[in-house]
């Protein structure tokens, strides 16, 4: 209980013997009434009765009651007053809050135990009035004129929209707003016809005399795209040149070029099979020439369509025709043992994903020997083979001979003799669209592939994974003509030399370049890369990486030249964690003559232990980098033993700055990149025939030079 305190007291001093005596109380309450004027809804207005105790003692508050009113409209707060002390004062709150738009009154009782005027009376009068609060936002409220305060498009001054609304609350629609048609399209949308429904900017062209789609052309007669038909007379697209009922469906446009409903649906010869379709006809003129259909679904007696296909492999080829030499293949595995001498075969799967199509081959047999004509394989997996001869899966023979590999995966098989995957001698094999050889295993060499005075040509970013052999675990290579770039050479394994790649031999043309070589090992020399005997005049080994690869127990565990003779350009190479128990950690130039090996630009970090670069034979090495060799010896051989031996001017042991790399075995956290303040950056050779792609001086390292990417 709250008590108002007197603020002094009157004290009474008898004239004589001294007596006191108290003042009594004298109430007052004021005012007697309380008019709020006008208040907006949504709004409030609070008030005060004060009530004052202007003599002395104390003047108990009974009650406070509205007596007359609404309770939601006039809210009373006594405050906690329940006693007015002499000479203090105590305000009542009332608070009125209207709800309507009109004039409220109220009145409230306050009693009291003070004895001349025990009960108090207080009239109430208000008036609701519009509202003041901006429900919608838009600045505006009710009582400022906004006419819909539930819209804030809608206020006193907006501009009128086309949306058939008193947007500036004049009281008014401008008439272009109107849609007398109800066709969801006002006059101000372009509604040409506001009496007709169908006409609108919305509709579609019809043939009915009319400008249907108010676009101000009756296009019922025009010829829009010029072919000669208008829509009113058949043509399907008016917009299109190359469709209407006079043309010919043309493949592979994607267009319903003669307007049957059909994209790309050509069978002129009724042979089941669409010039343009999933199995294409090759000659759609003859109903007897058309590719067939290989399915697991399938049956002998079939007739090699779609819908009703081969059952096998041998079957389709038996009934090959010579005009349409392509077999396809529904998801699924099968039996491949394929003798090819002449002519054009192509075997793809339907899906185009090798994932869907296993090819098996029979027990210890290869899939294919194919010693003539022009065969291709499309995106399908070869595993199992294995042959006591050379090749474990395909042979490939005799110097008119050429297979195409496309989105090809080889996995899991195994020669006896040379080229666990592949042997191709005097012929040609192309690989496209990143064929994948996986843990494929010569008994001799050459695990995946094995080539002999051929011609290999990979350029799509082929990959060699987890393949072995003796010499080469993946590739072995003795002469012909080799196009190698873009490719993963990754964790291969030689029991004797070039855990990667083994060459030998005088190819016609070498090119290997932008390839990663990485973890890849062999017994004896050249972890990544082995080339024994190898003069290429014009052979290029450019922009590739040698990462983490290892000699167990010979030389070069990036790559490694060995034999009477050497030859060919290594520029802008980079080198990484390469070792070798021998010398030349990350190269080994060691061939008897080694006057044709121009070494350029090049950059090793971390290889060794013994040596990082080892050169003899007269190898030319100049502006190549090695750092960080274990042992300290970063040069060894001619090019200097790093103990005194002055280097060629241009070669450094500087840190090379590679943007991230750590010493630890794992190429795939590592960025072989220079960093921004690199030295190596326009340090190569001033020769503007090893300038980099922009024009600007050669940077060291495999992201410089003109065949970096």
């Known amino acids: 209980m709250t008590?108002?305190?007197?603020?002094?007291?009157?004290?009474?001093?008898?004239?004589?013997?001294g007596d006191k005596?108290?003042?009594?109380?004298?109430?007052?309450?004021?005012?007697?009434?309380?008019?709020?004027?006008?208040?907006?809804?949504?709004?409030?207005?609070?008030?005060?009765?004060?009530?004052?105790?202007?003599?002395?003692?104390?003047?108990?508050?009974?009650?406070?009651?509205?007596?007359?009113?609404d309770a939601d409209v006039w809210i009373i707060d006594r405050n906690d007053v329940d006693e007015v002390l002499g000479g203090e004062s105590a305000d009542i709150s009332i608070t009125f809050r209207p709800e309507e738009t009109q004039a409220y009154g109220g009145q409230v009782q306050i009693r009291t135990d003070y004895d001349e005027q025990p009960s108090w009376v207080i009239s109430l009068s208000g008036v609701g009035g519009l509202s003041e609060a901006d429900e919608d936002g838009d600045g505006v409220s009710v009582a400022d004129g906004d006419c819909d305060d539930g819209n804030a498009s809608v206020y006193p001054g907006a501009d009128e929209l086309c949306d058939g609304l008193d947007n500036d609350c004049n009281s008014s629609v401008p008439d272009d707003e109107a849609d007398d048609d109800y066709d969801g399209y006002r006059v101000c949308d372009n509604d040409c016809d506001d009496d007709d429904g169908s006409v609108n900017p919305g509709a579609t062209e019809a043939c009915d005399d009319k400008d249907t789609d108010c676009d101000g052309i009756n296009a019922d007669n025009e010829d829009g795209d010029g072919d000669g038909l208008t829509v009113c007379e058949g043509d399907c697209d008016d917009t299109e040149a190359l469709r209407s009922p006079d043309l010919d469906e043309i493949c592979d446009d994607l267009?319903?070029?003669?307007?049957?409903?059909?994209?790309?649906?050509?069978?002129?010869?009724?042979?089941?099979?669409?010039?343009?379709g999933e199995v294409p006809d090759c000659n759609d003129s003859d109903a007897n020439a058309y590719p067939?259909?290989?399915?697991?679904?399938?049956?002998?007696?079939?007739?090699?369509?779609?819908?009703?296909?081969?059952?096998?492999?041998?079957?389709?080829?038996?009934?090959?025709?010579?005009?349409?030499?392509?077999?396809?293949?529904?998801?699924g595995s099968y039996e491949l043992s394929l003798a090819w001498s002449d002519g054009e075969l192509r075997v793809e799967s339907l899906s185009g994903n090798p994932g869907d199509v296993t090819l098996t081959a029979p027990k210890a047999s290869r899939h294919a020997t194919i010693t003539g004509g022009e065969v291709t394989f499309d995106s399908v997996t070869f595993t199992g083979g294995s042959a006591v001869e050379d090749g474990g899966s395909i042979s490939i023979t005799n110097n008119n001979t050429v297979v195409e590999l496309?989105?090809?995966?080889?996995?899991?098989?195994?020669?006896?003799?040379?080229?666990?995957?592949v042997y191709v001698s005097n012929g040609l094999l192309r690989l496209k669209r990143g064929c994948v050889f996986e843990g494929n295993v010569a008994e001799d060499d050459g695990g995946a592939i094995?080539?002999?005075?051929?011609?290999?040509?990979?350029?799509?970013?082929?990959?060699?994974l987890s393949n072995t052999g003796k010499k080469g675990g993946a590739l072995y290579i003795n002469g012909g003509d080799i196009t190698l770039t873009d490719a993963s050479i990754r964790s291969n394994a030689a029991s004797v030399e070039g855990g990667g790649i083994a060459m030998t031999g005088t190819p016609s043309s070498f090119l290997l370049e932008r390839t990663q070589f990485a973890l890849n090992d062999s017994e004896g020399d050249g972890g990544g890369a082995l080339f024994n005997g190898v003069d290429a005049a014009t052979g290029v080994l450019r922009n590739n990486r040698f990462q983490d690869n290892e000699s167990v127990s010979g030389n070069g565990g990036g790559l490694a030249f060995t034999g009477a003779v050497a030859g060919m350009v290594l520029a802008n190479n980079t080198f990484t964690g390469n070792s070798a128990t021998l010398d030349g950690?990350?190269?080994?130039?060691?061939?008897?003559?080694?006057?044709?090996?121009?070494?350029?630009?090049?950059?090793?970090?971390?290889?060794?232990?013994?040596?990082?670069?080892?050169?003899?034979?007269?190898?030319?090495?100049?502006?190549?980098?090695?750092?960080g060799t274990a042992s300290g010896v970063d040069f060894a051989g001619e090019a200097g033993d790093g103990k005194g031996?002055?280097?060629?001017?241009?070669?450094?042991?500087?840190?090379?700055?590679?943007?991230?790399?750590?010493?630890?075995?794992?190429?795939?956290?590592?960025?072989?990149?220079?960093?921004?303040?690199?030295?190596?950056?326009?340090?190569?050779?001033?020769?503007?025939?090893?300038?980099?792609?922009?024009?600007?001086?050669?940077?060291?390292?495999?992201?410089?030079?003109?065949?970096?990417?």
């Open 3 to 17: 008590h108002v305190r007197a603020a002094s007291v009157l004290l009474l001093l008898a004239a004589c013997g």
């Open 21 to 69: 005596a108290s003042t009594p109380p004298e109430l007052t309450v004021e005012p007697a009434s309380l008019d709020f004027g006008t208040i907006g809804l949504g709004a409030e207005d609070t008030q005060s009765v004060t009530l004052s105790n202007l003599g002395g003692g104390t003047v108990s508050v009974l009650s406070v009651t509205l007596t007359d009113g």
């Open 255 to 276: 267009l319903d070029n003669d307007c049957d409903g059909g994209v790309d649906d050509i069978d002129v010869d009724m042979d089941g099979h669409s010039a343009c």
């Open 292 to 331: 067939l259909v290989v399915s697991n679904g399938g049956s002998s007696d079939g007739d090699g369509t779609l819908l009703d296909p081969y059952d096998s492999i041998d079957t389709a080829l038996a009934v090959l025709d010579a005009e349409c030499r392509t077999i396809y293949l529904d998801d």
């Open 406 to 421: 496309r989105d090809v995966v080889m996995s899991g098989n195994l020669s006896d003799n040379d080229g666990g995957a």
């Open 450 to 464: 094995y080539v002999d005075s051929a011609t290999l040509v990979d350029e799509e970013g082929s990959q060699y």
């Open 585 to 627: 950690g990350a190269m080994y130039l060691g061939a008897t003559n080694s006057t044709n090996i121009d070494a350029v630009a090049n950059v090793s970090h971390s290889s060794g232990p013994n040596t990082g670069l080892f050169t003899a034979g007269g190898a030319v090495v100049t502006y190549t980098t090695v750092y």
């Open 645 to 709: 031996a002055p280097l060629e001017a241009t070669n450094s042991t500087r840190s090379p700055e590679l943007a991230d790399f750590s010493n630890d075995n794992n190429p795939d956290n590592d960025d072989l990149t220079l960093s921004g303040g690199s030295p190596e950056i326009d340090d190569g050779p001033p020769d503007k025939a090893y300038n980099d792609g922009d024009g600007s001086p050669n940077d060291r390292g495999y992201t410089g030079g003109p065949g970096a990417e």
